[in-house]
């Protein structure tokens, strides 16, 4: 699976749109782009994934460039409950190696 | 509704005594696996299973059994607990090894 990177921290004010990028520039043409998140403590949760094209679901926007070597997630109205550390992992489907985590970026919402 | 339930969900032993975590889905998912969380180290894997009765070491195996009869349902034990199996567990599932993972609420450990 292609390594990503992520800012560790960022802040985005309450009702604010959150974007939070990922670069992947060694991703290859049938990884897929995952998104999770973590909630203190709490179980990963699934957010959204994508291939080439952009995609939207009811808990935020991913928004995958041409080239495919970077990604954005957008939640569009951040609220406090936002507030978590977010994952960017790519992944080739099949075979049954672990999913590779990393550390995140962690997002505060602020009042 | 969907989910993954792990019990219990706290836990305090002393070194030795032997536990169990549950793990169970109602998705019908083929594979489950076990996360250890620590500080500064992430996520990583433990176990994980394709299907029943087929089960497979992950990154971190030492100290840890598993075993798969039923479907829906992938226990976690540690024989001889030991302080550095102290940890925060997942438990997560999915229709295949690497489609999107649905994990469980977390089994926080703590041995003595």
């Known amino acids: 699976d292609a390594k990503t990177t992520q800012p560790p921290s960022m802040d985005c004010a309450e009702g604010r749109a959150a974007n939070l990028p990922c670069n992947h520039s060694?991703?290859?043409?049938?990884?897929?782009v995952y998104w999770y998140r973590q909630i203190h403590s709490q179980g990963p949760q699934y957010i959204i994934h994508?291939?080439?094209n952009n995609e939207t679901n009811e808990m935020a926007s991913l928004i995958i460039t041409e080239d495919r070597k970077s990604s954005t997630l957008i939640l569009p109205h951040a609220t406090l409950r936002d507030t978590a550390v977010y994952y960017c992992?790519?992944?080739?489907?099949?075979?049954?190696?672990?999913?590779?985590f990393g550390k995140g970026t962690r997002l505060s919402v602020i009042a | 509704e969907a989910q993954v339930t792990q019990n219990p969900r706290y836990l305090i032993t002393v070194t030795g005594k032997k536990l169990t975590v549950t793990c169970s889905q109602n998705?019908?998912?083929?594979?489950m696996s076990w996360y250890r969380q620590d500080p500064g180290l992430g996520l990583r894997q433990i176990y994980y299973?394709?299907?029943?009765?087929?089960?497979d070491k992950g990154d971190v195996p030492e100290g840890y059994k598993v075993s798969r009869k039923e479907k829906r349902n992938f226990p976690l034990i540690l024989e001889s607990p030991s302080p550095n199996q102290t940890s925060l567990y997942f438990c997560?599932?999915?229709?295949?090894?690497?489609?999107?993972?649905?994990f469980g609420p977390g089994t926080r450990l703590l041995v003595l």
């Open positions: 994508g291939l080439k």
């Open positions: 992992i790519v992944i080739l489907r099949g075979g049954n190696t672990p999913l590779v």
């Open positions: 998705m019908n998912h083929e594979y």
């Open positions: 299973s394709m299907n029943v009765e087929v089960t």
């Open positions: 997560a599932s999915s229709f295949f090894a690497r489609e999107t993972q649905y």
């Open positions: 060694t991703i290859s043409g049938n990884e897929y």
